[in-house]
């Protein structure tokens, strides 16, 4: 008739044990009216009766046990797109890349401006007229070899640049009858000296160097060290020189 589950359950519990009570209060009221009718207290047991009704509701029972984890949900859809982050840091350089194709030809440029070309040279000598010249004044070479640009004045004896840069001189001597002392002077300081000593017949002495001038410059050769030093001599077949020319501009 009855199948009693055993469930703990308060509710449960309660219930059955009302069900019992109905049970027997039913048991004992049909003894009790049995008794009446037939006026005898003796017999066998009737049989039961149906079941009760349902009782009412429990109270709600305590907070069970927090279950196991389940398992893992699918995957949520994307959120909201993010605000820019702050800018890395620069990262370090790469490796050099293959060289790329050779670009196509470029067009031909504007003819430029022909560059200027200073020109300055000179080479002048003795004559019969001027061998053996005064001490300590320029030596007025009047043998024009070369003097194109004028650059040399015989009447001075001196050499004036015209164009800054740097300048080669050079001289040959021929000596006869005195020594010679010879100074290349620039605006007058000496710059180099020779020196030779006349022993017989004729001689040769020689000199040069590189100097830098300015435009206004003055160079030249004279006889130092006086008039038993002017043994620059100059005949048929004998010269005593003196050259310049512009190496480059400055
Ligand atoms: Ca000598
Ligand atoms: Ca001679």
């Known amino acids: 008739m009855f199948q009693l589950l055993p469930c703990a359950h308060p509710s449960c519990l309660l219930s059955l044990r009302l069900l019992a ?3 027997l209060s039913v048991i004992m009221l049909q003894m009790t009216f049995q008794a009446l009718t037939k006026g005898c207290v003796c017999g066998y047991p009737g049989i039961p009766g149906d079941p009760g009704h349902n009782g009412s509701p429990g ?7 927090r279950g196991i984890q389940g398992p893992l949900g699918p995957p949520g859809r994307p959120g909201p797109k993010g605000e820019i982050g ?12 293959e060289r790329g194709a050779r670009g196509e030809k470029g067009d031909q440029g504007d003819k430029g401006d022909a560059p200027v070309i200073s020109k300055s040279a000179f ?23 070369y003097n194109e640009q004028n650059h040399f004045d015989p009447a001075t004896g001196r050499f004036t640049c015209a164009a800054a840069g740097a300048y080669f001189f050079t001289y040959h001597i021929t000596v006869f009858s005195r020594n010679v002392k010879v100074a290349l002077v620039k605006n007058g300081a000496k710059i180099i000296h020779t020196t030779d ?6 001689d040769q002495a020689a000199g040069g160097a590189v100097l830098h001038l300015e435009v206004g410059d003055k160079v ?13 001599f100059a005949d048929e077949d004998d010269d005593t020189t003196f050259s310049g020319f512009l190496i480059f501009g400055a």
């Open 21 to 23: 009570f109905l049970f």
């Open 59 to 65: 109270d709600v029972g305590l907070r069970g046990d």
């Open 86 to 97: 702050v800018p890395g840091h620069k990262g370090n350089i790469g490796y050099r890349g």
């Open 123 to 145: 080479s002048v000598g003795l004559t019969a007229h001027t061998k053996l010249p005064a001490a300590n004044a320029p030596i007025r070479f009047d043998k024009i070899i």
């Open 197 to 202: 000593n006349y022993q017989s017949s004729e």
């Open 220 to 232: 030249w050769l004279q006889v130092a060290g006086g008039e038993l030093f002017n043994g620059l």
